[in-house]
């Protein structure tokens, strides 16, 4: 992780999952992900870039909230309820992207052969016009504040 990153920690309902939060000072997009959710819920872990921190977290948070009620995040369908005017969908993270982006989670994870069994899912949101960052006509700004990870 590089030094220009600052680093803050939000534990969530203090049952074994976490949110990290890297806001950048460098002009990349401000990163929150996850910790926990492969071991408490089978569930790959949740990872959104390109908001304010605090939407990031509380983004994070709410499907949390939602994966102790039984609901999933993994399928790369529509969710709806995570912002009031727009749905969200899921991709998978291709490997290669967690050592930069899950690297610093490694040391909270417990009983994981580190990087090869970690699963995880980015959330995408979509430009005013419903159009995802691989859609085309997508706007500019949301397409370089995601970086597609699937690829």
Not at 52 to 61: E, Y
Not at 120 to 141: H, I, M, N, T, Y
Request: net charge negative; charged share 25%; aromatic share 12%.
């Amino acid at each position: 992780m590089s030094t220009d990153k600052q680093q803050n920690i939000y534990a969530l309902e203090g049952r074994g999952c976490h949110t990290v939060c890297i806001e950048s000072s460098d002009g990349s997009p401000d990163t929150a992900f996850s910790v926990g959710l492969n071991d408490l819920f089978e569930h790959p872990e949740i990872i959104i870039l390109g908001s304010a921190s605090d939407v990031l977290v509380h983004t994070v948070g709410w499907a949390i909230h939602n994966l102790r009620r039984g609901k999933r995040f993994d399928s790369g369908e529509l969710y709806d309820g995570f912002f009031d005017a727009f749905a969200v969908t899921t991709r998978p993270v291709n490997p290669k992207w967690h050592d930069k982006y899950f690297g610093y989670a490694s040391q909270h994870l417990t009983g994981l052969k580190w990087p090869e069994t970690l699963q995880a899912v980015q959330l995408l949101w979509p430009d005013k016009s419903g159009r995802f960052p691989w859609e085309e006509g997508c706007d500019e700004q949301v397409v370089r504040l995601q970086p597609l990870l699937d690829r």
